[in-house]
Structures are given as structure tokens and as C-alpha cells.
């Protein structure tokens, strides 16, 4: 029994939703990170489903794009956040609001 | 030699340069001297080349030197090359003839100026401006000499620039001469256009095949030009007050170079202006108006050097008289008795000044001859010159205009004819008040109630130690000046009691150059006839002036009435009508304009960026969430207007 298409896009909306408010509403900075990988893998997902669903290889190629940008991304995001909690014991996003206006 | 002619004026331009880069080292004198020297070479060479020319014959009197491409502009290819003819080489022989006598002079006259090295680069730059004036082959070349002079006036007339009557003068000068230089240049585009060339030998081979109408244009718009250099009705008004340069500086200017320029201008052009018989009438008229009209004004002068000026714009009116009567020789023959007489007056006067202590009010002069008797035989010679006594050199000249003039228009001769007994009696009061009479500089009290009226401010600066008015009085003696000044005054003075034997082989020597040649037409008797008018005139303006000045027939201040010291007000009137209207406009544009509009405009797009900025800088939380927050609304604000559109 093959699932349908229609699954997959349902499941990778909740996994971008889910993504999105966590990212509005958390403060803790290493959980918005993940936030943002869960949401950039929701949009993995759906970029595969349409290239099965379409048959068209494209799609999958863009995911492997995806992959080494937010491959990247972690690094940088990461070594960010180690050099944050270095300086601070306990940090929130909001505790961070240097670049004020 | 003719080949060299390009030498004439690259031997004042090397003298520019070299004193330009070594003149302080140089110093006083030897700076005078090397710029001297050049002008001598400069005129030897113009000696050589008017001989080479004078072996030539007739029509052949010709000679043109291309030297190199000066720019290229489309249909426009501006060499820079030189025209010699008899015109040219004339005039080029009196500029460095009578310029080198000058710039000697200079050398003693200058001495002790602190920037006396500067005064000579001016004045090799002044030589070099005016000789590319006279020796170009394009309209365009020589105005660039006709800009050099104006620039060079400008710098040697407000040489004292301490002084701000200077400063104002050499302003004055500029300015006025711009308005000229206008009419020079609109002329320029004006043949460009009709001939697709600015060369004088095509524009004025083909000028006989010009419309009455566009010939006419040109004429006007060159006579404008002409009568700005040349100091004529109306823009003669900066010439009286140039005499705040250095007084060889006056020669130059007056005799030399310069002023002459839009006479030569007038008769380089001559078969366009034969074309333009209208333009003809309207020059002879300016001419003889502006003639009569200084001569009144420098009757009742007593600063010795304003006589002077106003005798030069005077004399520039005859030979504008005689260039609108189409008596183009007759113009150039007074060009250069003038030049040689006036050059004599104005060192004569420079060295009266000198010898009086840096005097220049004729009131409080007086019997020089015994103490300046080199000055005052030379000034003599000078006065009987443009008094047009027979046989001096001016009576000769100013017989011819007067003679062209009768067969043009007998009303212009008449004002000629009454012109010249005023010009034999404002040098004759002059003579009288500075050479004759009493000794009225021994009396220290006795100040004449003109002094008031005369500009405060009148010593140069330059010459020997007391340099104020209380110099010419006490114990003071006048004293004969320097060699250097004394010997270029003798050279002049011989030049100008004989230059008059000029006057046939001038005209048969010039008549190449003419479209048209020129015959006057009346019958010998009439000639003879004016020949004795003329004199009597001249004669009864010296008895005039004996009679007034030396006996006191009249009295005194009965001849110089107060619209004539003042010169007619012209200078209040211009006040009025052109100072005051510029100035409310620059007051505008200053005030206004500028101050509230344009500045209003910067500051308020200074102050609207500012206010905005501020505005949204609140805007920018650092709140990464807000803007996480701000992605997201966007996002779906961008997504709903695509599915809106969709559907």
C-alpha cells in the first residue's frame, strides 16, 4: 500500500507549523535553532513529495541544496550560540537585543 | 628673416617664462633688464622681417606661417600660425619698438618696488599678448591676444592692489572690456557660420560676396568688440581710470598695445566693413562723438595723467572717425604718430611724478622746465605733436582724418575740426601749469579748492622714500630723472616731431591690405584749404590756453566747470543705471535665492531624513523574535496576495 501524497504535504505543514510558533514563542535560544531546522526540513519533505508526485528530479536535487546551506547554517548558528553562553550563564533571545535602533 | 617671424612674439613669451620661474632670484634690476633685452630682440627681428617684406612687391606682400594644429573640432581646425602683411608687420614694428622704450623705462621707473621682478613678467606677458593680437592669421587667434591684453590690463592696472582705488580700476577695466569681448565673440560665430573658417585671408577675400545684412552684423558685432578695447562711446569709461596702474603701465596701454587693438581690429576687416556702408556712418560717428566728447572732459582735469587718459580716448574717437570715413590709412598713419606722441607724453608725465616727489595734481606744479629740462623739451616736442603744430607728426595724422572726415560728412568734420582746437588747448593748459608759470609747489598752503574733487589716493607707491603729497613741499627740489627714464623720452621725442615724413610712403606701403583703396577725392585747394583751418585751429587752442593760463585773462575756475572735472557725471550715471539694478540682483539672489530657496531645499531633505529616521528606528527592536515575527506576516501577507491574484 503506497500513502498517498497528500499525507506527506499534511505532515510537512504541521512540521513547518510547529517550527514557526516555536520560533514566536520560545525565548531559549538553542530551541528556536531547532525550530528553524524543523522548519527547514518540513520544507525538505515537501520539496521531495512534489518531486515524487510530479516525477520530476528537481526537487530532490534543490533538498540536497537545502541540506548543505543548513548544514552551514549549523555551524555558524551553533558557534554563535557556544560564544553566547560563554559570556552569559543563562541567556534568552530577548536578553539579547543589542543592535537595538 | 621672415621665417623668424614666429621669434616676434616667442621672444616676450621666453622672457614671461623665464622671469616667471627665476624673476625674484633675478631682483631689481637686472628682472627689467631681461625682459628688456627681449623686447629688443623681439623688435630686431620684426626689423628683419619688414625688410624681407619690403622686398617682396605689390599683391606678393604676403607671408603666412603655419606653426601647428592648435585643436580640432569637428568642422573646425584651429592652427596656430601668422599673418605678416604690411598691416601686421606696421603695427607689430610700433609695439615692440615703442614697448621696448617702455619697458626700459621701467627699469628705472620701477625701482625699488617690492614686486618689481612680478611687474615685469606682466608686462613681457602684455608684449607677447598683443603681438599674437597683430600677427595672428584667424579671428580666433587673435583673440586670444585680445583676451591676453584684457587679462594682463587687468593685472598691471590694480599692480598696486594695496590700494583699493586700484583694485576698483583693474575691476573696472575687466569688466568693461568682457562687454566688448561679448560683441568679439558673438562676430566669431557669426563668420564661422557664414564661411565655415576663421582665417582672415579666406573670410576676407570672399567677405566682397557677403549679403548687405550679414556683413553688417559682423561689423557691428566686431565694432562692439572694438569699441570696448578701444575705449569708446560707451565703454570708454575704464581707460580714465587705469590710470591707477603704474604710469608705464598708462603708456603701454594708451600708446603701445591695447587700446589700438580695436582700431587694427576695424582695419584688418576693412573689406567687410566696406560691405557695411551703415556700420561705416554709425563708427564715424561714435568716433567723432566720442572724440569731442572726452576732449571737453579733459579740459578741466588736474591730475596730469587724467588729461592724458581722456586725450587718448579722444584720440582713439579720430581714428575712428577716420576708419568710418574709410580713411583706413589716415587711421593707422595717427595709430602711430599717436603712439609714438602719447608713449612720449605719458613717460614724460610718469617722470614729471617721479621728479615731483609722486605729485600728480598740474595745480600745484609749476615751472618745472628749469629744474626737468630733459622731461620738459621732450614733453614740449610731445605737446606741439598732438597740438598738430606744423611740421610735428600729429599735425600730419589729424590733417588726414580731418580731410577724410570733410569728404564723409561735413557735420563730422566740423566736430573733428572743433576737437582738435580743444586738444591743442588741454595740452597747452597742461604744458603751461606743469612747465610755465610759478614754481606753486613752494607754497605749502596753498591748496586748491579742487583737491577735494580729486581722488585722494594718487602716489604710486613704488618710487623713492616720502611717497605723500607733503613730499612736493618745504625744502623739497624737483630733480630730472634716470638715464634709463630720460633716453627712452629723447628716442620718443625725435620719433615724434618727424614721424610725420611717414605719411606717403605709409599710404603706398599699407594700400596691399585694403579692399578698396582709398583716394581722397577733393581738389588740392580744398586740401590746402583744411591744411589751414586744421592749423589755425590748432594754433588758436594754444592762444587760448596762453592767454587763460599764463596771463590770467580769464579766471580759472570759469574754464573747468564742474560737469567737466566730474566728466559729464557718466560715471554716477552707469552708477545708477547699471551698478544699483546688479546690485539689488545679486542682494536677490544672495539673500533670497539662495539663502531661503536653495538652502531651504538641501536643509529640508536633510531635516525630512532625519525626522523619518527617527522616526523609524523604533522600528529596529533587536528582538530577534519581532523580526522573526515580522518574516512571517510578511510571508503570509505575500502569500495571500499571490493566492488572491491566483483566484
Redesign the interface.
Known amino acids: 500500500m503506497t500513502v498517498p501524497g497528500a499525507w506527506y504535504l499534511g505532515l510537512a505543514a504541521m512540521l513547518f507549523t510547529i517550527g ?1 510558533v516555536g ?2 514563542v520560545r ?1 531559549n535560544v538553542l530551541i ?1 535553532f531547532m525550530c528553524v531546522e524543523l522548519m527547514l526540513n518540513a520544507v525538505n519533505l515537501t520539496f521531495v513529495t512534489f518531486a515524487r508526485m510530479l516525477n520530476d528530479i528537481g526537487g530532490q536535487v534543490v533538498v540536497f541544496f537545502v541540506l548543505v546551506v543548513a548544514a552551514a547554517e549549523v555551524v555558524v548558528g551553533l558557534a554563535i550560540i557556544v560564544s553566547i553562553f560563554r559570556r552569559r550563564t543563562e541567556a534568552t ?2 536578553d ?6 | 628673416m621672415i621665417h623668424a617671424v614666429w621669434l616676434i612674439p616667442a621672444l616676450p613669451l621666453a622672457g614671461f617664462l623665464i622671469l616667471l620661474a627665476t624673476g625674484r632670484k633675478l631682483g631689481d634690476p637686472r628682472a627689467g633688464y631681461l625682459a628688456t633685452a627681449m623686447m629688443v630682440g623681439s623688435f630686431i627681428v620684426a626689423v628683419g622681417v619688414f625688410f624681407d617684406l619690403m622686398g617682396l612687391h605689390g599683391e606678393e606682400r604676403r607671408f603666412e606661417q603655419d606653426l601647428f594644429s592648435w585643436m580640432q573640432v569637428g568642422g573646425l581646425d584651429v592652427h596656430v600660425g601668422f599673418l605678416v602683411d604690411p598691416l601686421s608687420i606696421t603695427m607689430a614694428l610700433f609695439v615692440t619698438g615703442v614697448g621696448a622704450l617702455i619697458h626700459l623705462y621701467s627699469v628705472g621707473y620701477m625701482h625699488g618696488d617690492e614686486r618689481y621682478p612680478t611687474f615685469f613678467v606682466y608686462l613681457n606677458l602684455f608684449a607677447f599678448s598683443m603681438l599674437m593680437l597683430v600677427l595672428a592669421d584667424s579671428f580666433l587667434l587673435t583673440f586670444l591676444g585680445w583676451e591676453g591684453v584684457g587679462a594682463c590690463s587687468y593685472f598691471l592696472i590694480s599692480f598696486w592692489f594695496e590700494r583699493p582705488s586700484a583694485a576698483t580700476a583693474g575691476k573696472k577695466a575687466f569688466v568693461t572690456n568682457r562687454v566688448g569681448d561679448f560683441g568679439f565673440m558673438l562676430a566669431m560665430f557669426l563668420i564661422f557660420a557664414t564661411f565655415g573658417s576663421l582665417n582672415y585671408v579666406p573670410v576676407l577675400e570672399e567677405a566682397g560676396t557677403l549679403a548687405k545684412g550679414t556683413a553688417s552684423a559682423i561689423a557691428l558685432l566686431l565694432f562692439v568688440g572694438a569699441v570696448g578695447k578701444s575705449a569708446q562711446i560707451p565703454l570708454y569709461v575704464w581707460l580714465p581710470d587705469a590710470m591707477e596702474g603704474p604710469t608705464p603701465v598708462s603708456a603701454l596701454i594708451h600708446a603701445a598695445t591695447m587700446v589700438t587693438a580695436g582700431v587694427f581690429l576695424m582695419v584688418r576687416v576693412n573689406p567687410i566693413l566696406d560691405v557695411a556702408p551703415g556700420v561705416l556712418t554709425l563708427i564715424a560717428t561714435i568716433g567723432a562723438l566720442t572724440a569731442f566728447f572726452a576732449a571737453t572732459i579733459a579740459c578741466a582735469q588736474n591730475d596730469i595723467k587724467k588729461v592724458l587718459a581722456y586725450s587718448t580716448v579722444s584720440q582713439l574717437g579720430y581714428m575712428f572717425l577716420a576708419v568710418g570715413s574709410g580713411a583706413y590709412i589716415a587711421a593707422i598713419f595717427h595709430m602711430v604718430t599717436h603712439a609714438f606722441f602719447k608713449a612720449l607724453l605719458f613717460l614724460g608725465a610718469g617722470s614729471v611724478i617721479h621728479g615731483m616727489g609722486d605729485e600728480q595734481d598740474m595745480k600745484r606744479m609749476g615751472a618745472l622746465r628749469k629744474w626737468m629740462p630733459i622731461t620738459s623739451g621732450t614733453f614740449i616736442v610731445g605737446w606741439l605733436a598732438i597740438a598738430g603744430v606744423p611740421p610735428f607728426s600729429g599735425f600730419w595724422s589729424k590733417d588726414d582724418i580731418l580731410l577724410g572726415a570733410w569728404e564723409k560728412n561735413r557735420l563730422l568734420w566740423l566736430i573733428g575740426l572743433i576737437t582738435a582746437l580743444m586738444t591743442a588747448y588741454y595740452m597747452s593748459r597742461q604744458v603751461y601749469l606743469v612747465f610755465f608759470g610759478d614754481e606753486r609747489w613752494k607754497h605749502t598752503d596753498q591748496k586748491s579748492s579742487e583737491e577735494a574733487l580729486t581722488e585722494p589716493d594718487h602716489e604710486p607707491a613704488a618710487t623713492v622714500g616720502a611717497g605723500a603729497h607733503g613730499g612736493a613741499h618745504g625744502d623739497f627740489k624737483p630733480h630730472e630723472s634716470p638715464p634709463t627714464m630720460a633716453y627712452p623720452l629723447v628716442v620718443l621725442a625725435v620719433l615724434a616731431a618727424v614721424a610725420g615724413i611717414l605719411k606717403s610712403p605709409l599710404e603706398h606701403w599699407l594700400e596691399p591690405v585694403l579692399a578698396h583703396p582709398h583716394q581722397f577725392t577733393s581738389s588740392s585747394g580744398t586740401k590746402l584749404g583744411l591744411i589751414l583751418v586744421t592749423t589755425v585751429a590748432g594754433l588758436a587752442g594754444v592762444g587760448i590756453a596762453y592767454a587763460i593760463w599764463l596771463k590770467g585773462r580769464v579766471e580759472e575756475s570759469a574754464m573747468e566747470p564742474e560737469v567737466l572735472r566730474r566728466a559729464w557725471f557718466v560715471d554716477e550715471l552707469y552708477r545708477k543705471v547699471v551698478e544699483t539694478p546688479g546690485r539689488a540682483l545679486a542682494n536677490f539672489s544672495a539673500f533670497v535665492i539662495d539663502a531661503k530657496v536653495i538652502d531651504g531645499t538641501v536643509n529640508g531633505v536633510g531635516a525630512l531624513v532625519r525626522a523619518g529616521g527617527s522616526r523609524l528606528r523604533t522600528v529596529q527592536s533587536g528582538f530577534v523574535r519581532n523580526y522573526a515575527l515580522a518574516v512571517a506576516v510578511g510571508a503570509v501577507a505575500i502569500l495571500a496576495y499571490a493566492v488572491a491574484r491566483a483566484g
Open positions: 514557526g520560533l514566536l525565548r528556536m533571545a530577548d539579547i537585543s543589542l543592535l537595538k535602533g
